[in-house]
């Protein structure tokens, strides 16, 4: 194995090698995530020259990224990690109630909590990002989820292009996927793609009383199947497919067995891996990869007059690793080389939700007046640049067991509907054994064995009030971002969360007296016992303690005359040519509870618009 990784390392080192003196391509793609690096890939697979940018480096065949569940592992790494620190309101002592708030001491260490030691630095909520081939699509969970086949159709609707109606974006799933769980010839899901899905055994059910009475309870509230149903039974629930194509016009509620970007023996599936397969092809595709190459700027044609359109030509760049000021190894003294590329047809951006609207105002692309504070010369004034910062907020309920339970799961999940839900679902819900509460520099907290944890991610919010917005017009500072938790529609939201939440919490009081897990006592978010803790109570501890960890929408796509909007139906910025944005912020709202797969399958439907394409 250890050959074998060191010989696909050598043939990368080479092909950087032979490629390094070419600095013309026909497209330039910046970032190697879910969004650019499966477009440059394609692109180079249908003939045309890329070069892909990306600012980390390739641990692709790295244990702690191969195995999903070492996710917290990777999502730790310094080689990997950018740490960005985020704010959830515009009210300081607001913020200082968050429990795993993060500071920078005097002696440079990073303290989390509420009480830091003196003279310490606010540094607010960590937000980690993954610097590395493959992008975020290396250090998450690997979750793989297809939103409701509304959220596709409101999309198609407000662009006023079909192409985006549920019904073909299911066409360009089954081009990506090569699905492992489901029959060869399953309709609706795709079997000879690039990206590997797949759902985890059922054998932890067996000879696991703790494991069945868990998902026994869920199925009894949730219309499941009531009774003692038998193990087969069991196992079927929880293998349910949560990317079946009917289920927008049958029940998209209920129990379903989760599914991953992971491969028929359960690694990783990233692409990172089709980055590699296609620039070790014997075709020999032209295709480019420069790792630790962070874009700096975007380059513009030269223009006769004020009304000509401007035109991207290429990117510059610098190289050298822990080029951002994001990444923990960063440091000031080096100095990393700087170069350009020229595009001769497109450049395109898929730095992410905070790097790509950072990109684009440093190259004059986004609000004027902010521009103008940076002496900025403005390009093309949008708006809408680093405007409608949205998220999915998470919370939990943990508790401490009366003995350690047996494995709970984290093979299945539980859709809900609550009474503040707009759409078919607004509820994704899973158990595990342990204590999970966000993120935070050494997370997740080591609680014991008798742990347990009902994770919750609300989707559909209606809030859109968070922005990112430059801190200064240095490339390497991050941006300052603020998601303004709770702005819009918060009472709403609270009270989703708190059905939610009560859901669980009826789970818990319904388990078979006779296992011994009770009594419960709650960790999250009512410290002791849920009995002597209100709703209102229950909603201001989730209030403030809730976080976010799939941000979307700072460039987002729509209606081409709306003043908000960035890029339009075919991922073109607005106002100039040969730029394309294609990453997770042109989602106008969060797609489902992951966007990891939504934004795999933009990736190939950006390839489809760029090369006339139909998938």
């Known amino acids: 194995m250890l050959w074998i990784i060191r010989k696909a390392t050598l043939a990368l080192v080479a092909l950087y090698a032979v ?64 740490d960005f620190f985020v704010k959830h309101s515009d009210d300081p002592a607001r913020e200082l ?19 830091p030691p003196a003279g310490s630095k606010e540094l607010g909520v960590w937000y980690p990002r993954a610097a590395v081939l493959g992008g975020c699509a290396m250090h998450n969970a690997a979750f793989f989820e297809m939103p409701t086949d509304d959220y596709w159709d409101d999309l198609a609707d407000i662009t006023d292009d079909d192409s985006w109606r549920s019904a073909n974006i299911r066409k360009v799933f089954t081009s990506i996927e090569n699905c492992h769980y489901e029959p060869n010839g399953t309709a609706g899901h795709g079997f000879k793609g690039w990206l590997d899905s797949n759902q985890g055994p059922d054998t932890w059910l067996d000879n696991n009383t703790d494991g069945a009475a868990l998902l026994q309870t869920f199925a ?7 009774g003692d149903l038998s193990l087969a039974q069991l196992k079927a629930i929880s293998k349910k497919d949560m990317n079946a194509a009917n289920l927008s016009t049958t029940n998209p509620l209920g129990i379903f067995g989760l599914v991953f970007h992971t491969d028929a023996q359960g690694n990783r599936a990233s692409p990172a891996n089709y980055i590699l397969k296609t620039l070790q092809d014997p075709a020999k595709y032209p295709l480019t990869v420069q ?41 000031a003294t080096k100095k990393p080389v700087q170069r350009q590329a020229t595009a001769r047809k497109e450049v395109i951006i898929a730095g992410g939700v905070f790097n790509t609207p950072q990109l684009l105002k440093l190259s004059g692309v986004g609000p004027a007046a902010e521009l103008n504070k940076f002496k900025i010369p403005v390009v093309a004034n949008l708006p809408g640049v680093g405007k409608n910062l949205r998220d999915n907020y998470e919370t939990s309920v943990i508790s401490q067991a009366a003995r350690a339970p047996g494995n709970l799961g984290w093979a299945y999940e539980i859709y809900l509907k609550t009474s503040q839900s707009q759409g078919p679902r607004d509820i994704f819900m899973w158990a595990f054994n342990g204590g999970f509460q966000g993120f935070w520099p050494g997370f997740p907290p080591n609680l014991g064995p008798n742990a347990t944890t009902f994770s919750i991610v609300h989707m559909g919010s209606e809030n859109a009030a968070g922005d990112v ?5 240095d490339p390497t500072e991050p941006p300052e971002i603020n998601f303004r938790y709770f702005s819009q529609g918060g009472a709403q939201d609270l009270q989703a969360m708190l059905e939610a939440v009560n859901f669980a919490e009826k789970v818990k009081n319904k388990l078979p007296a006779n296992l011994g897990l009770a009594p419960f006592q709650e960790v999250f978010p009512c410290p002791g016992s849920p009995s002597n803790c209100t709703d209102a109570v229950k909603k201001e501890n989730i209030k403030l303690q809730a976080w976010s960890h799939h941000a979307t929408g700072t460039c987002a796509m729509g209606d081409v005359d709306d003043d908000m909007t960035v890029v339009d139906s ?27 797969l939504s934004t795999f399958i933009l990736s190939r439907k950006a390839a489809g618009a760029i090369l006339n394409r139909s998938y």
């Open 570 to 596: 075919a991922f073109r910025v607005k106002g100039v040519k040969g730029l394309r944005v294609v990453d997770g912020s042109i989602f106008p709202k969060p797609p489902g509870a992951f966007p990891v």
């Open 291 to 331: 790792l630790n190459a962070l874009a700096t700027k975007i380059n513009w044609a030269p223009r006769s007059s004020s009304g000509q359109t401007p035109v991207a030509t290429g990117v510059s760049y610098v190289v050298g690793q822990s080029a951002y000021q994001a990444d923990p190894r960063y440091d």
């Open 469 to 473: 917005k430059l801190r200064s017009a």
């Open 220 to 226: 009894s509230l949730t219309n499941e199947g009531r």
């Open 19 to 82: 490629r390094a003196g070419c600095q013309q391509y026909d497209y330039i793609v910046v970032g190697s995530g879910p969004g650019g690096g499966p477009l440059a890939a394609d692109l180079a697979r249908a003939g045309q020259s890329v070069l892909l940018l990306e600012a980390g480096s390739d641990l692709t065949n790295d244990p702690e990224y191969v195995d999903p569940f070492l996710a917290t592992v990777a999502d730790n790494d310094a080689r990997s990690r950018w």
């Open 97 to 115: 109630k968050y429990e795993h708030l993060t500071w920078r001491t005097t002696n440079g260490s990073l303290y989390v909590g509420l009480n």
